[in-house]
């Protein structure tokens, strides 16, 4: 058992080594602050969350300082039991950012405290964290996120203590070797930092990794799908324009497909109903398409039974002719209630139009040479219209969405 003096203690095996260690005191205390060098090895990544924006990460974190007061001669180095740790001091490094974090004791507790001959420690610990990650979604699926997991202490300032990594980039393992189900890890590099807190100017360590999203499983999940519903919508501008029932089926099926299809993608993200996404924009120009091809059927249908019912034969009037002709053609046409006309005796004056009824005269014809401009005269080559420029659109929509979420 360990002698307890106060604030000292003694290490079994190690008591006159450790006579007077005070654990609550850090080495070089009053002096110059403590080198803690640092390396990670990550176990695993899991559970990457878009919703909660959060990675949980089991890293096993190696940490290293020297303590003076622990040299003894020889070259040996020594693996203490684990709860000897308790007898030591040790720096009080945590994971900032961190949502949830807790070390795996099964069977004991996972922590090993190694000595060496010139007062070196090694400390690691198996940490399972859950980590903030500030996400941009907009161009998901097709979307890199950097993320980082960062080391400081809590409570021990630069002046008490410096981080450092223990071999820089190669300070970090097995993230290379990690495989995530739908990110691959593109690349990590280390830093070191120093935070400006309202305690001191704390230093600490970042790690940032680059993950990349794999997009072929939304491929196969949402844009095929959509591509096709759109493409099974042009099937009825091959059906002609009689077949109602027919055209009509093919065009609210698909709508009503392509908005179930539309619900389920953004049920998987509820919580990020927020963001305008890169595949919310695609199912968006599907749909479009769709409800579009629904429309040209209307437009068609509607134009067709205009022109097959009865018209109305609209006589059209010259002005100028109305002027410049007989006052006998005059008397077709304009019927005067008050006025009697003597085939000896004509006052033109009478017969002038009024100004109001020649800018109405002239408004309308001008309506009707307008509305002739936008009168389908055969219905059946909005479908023959159709058949070209739906799948040239929807391809040059395509072209110019992909270069730009995969390039941009």
């Given amino acids: 058992m360990p002698n307890n003096i106060g604030d000292t203690v003694s290490l079994p095996g190690f008591e006159n080594l450790t ?18 060098a640092l390396s990670l090895d990550i176990a695993s990544i899991s559970s990457i969350s878009e919703s909660d924006m959060d990675y949980t990460t089991t890293i096993f974190l ?30 009080d490094t945590y994971i900032m950012e961190s949502k949830r974090s807790f070390l795996h004791d099964v069977t004991v507790g996972n922590r090993l405290i190694r000595l060496f001959s010139n007062g070196t420690v090694l400390y690691a610990l198996r940490i399972t964290s859950t980590v903030a990650c500030n996400m941009d979604l907009s161009k998901y699926p097709m979307d890199t996120q950097m993320c980082k997991l960062q080391l400081a202490s809590w409570g021990y300032d630069g002046n008490d203590i410096v981080f450092t990594w223990f071999r820089g980039n190669d300070s970090v393992r097995g993230l290379e070797k990690l495989r995530l189900s739908q990110y691959t890890v593109e690349r990590y590099y280390t830093l070191v930092t120093r935070s400006q807190q309202e305690t001191g100017n704390y230093s600490r360590l970042i790690l940032h990794f680059e993950l990349r999203r794999n997009i072929l499983y939304f491929i196969l999940e949402t844009y095929v799908p959509s591509t096709l519903l759109v493409i099974l919508s042009w099937v009825s501008f ?13 065009g609210v099926t698909t709508v009503l497909s392509m908005t179930t299809l539309m619900i389920g993608s953004r049920t998987s993200l509820s919580k990020m109903n927020c963001f305008i996404k890169a595949i919310d924009v695609y199912l968006g120009i599907c749909f479009s398409f769709i409800f579009g ?6 437009i068609a249908h509607y ?13 059209e009037v010259n002005i100028t002719n109305m002027f410049n002709g007989s006052v006998t053609s005059y008397k077709q046409q304009i019927s005067f209630a008050s006025i009697e006309i003597s085939s000896d005796n004509v006052n033109y004056d009478d017969l002038t139009m009024k100004t109001h009824d020649k800018i109405r005269f002239v408004l309308r014809n001008k309506m009707r040479k307008i509305i002739s401009y936008f009168t389908i005269q055969n219905p059946s080559n909005v479908d023959h219209y159709s058949k070209l420029l739906f799948p040239l659109f929807f391809m040059l929509v395509n072209v110019v969405y992909w270069v730009y979420y995969l390039y941009f």
């Fill in 19 to 36: 006579e007077g260690y005070n654990k609550y005191l850090r080495p070089y205390f009053g002096g110059k602050p403590v080198q803690i």
């Fill in 238 to 250: 091959w059906i002609t324009l009689d077949s109602v029932p027919a055209r009509t089926c093919i």
């Fill in 62 to 91: 190696w940490q290293r300082w020297v303590d003076p007061r622990l040299v003894f001669h020889g070259n040996k180095s020594f693996t203490l039991d684990a709860r000897l740790v308790e007898l030591l001091w040790v720096p």
């Fill in 303 to 315: 134009s067709l039974s205009q022109k097959d019912g009865p018209t109305k034969e609209i006589e």
């Fill in 293 to 298: 091809a629904l429309v040209e059927y209307a």
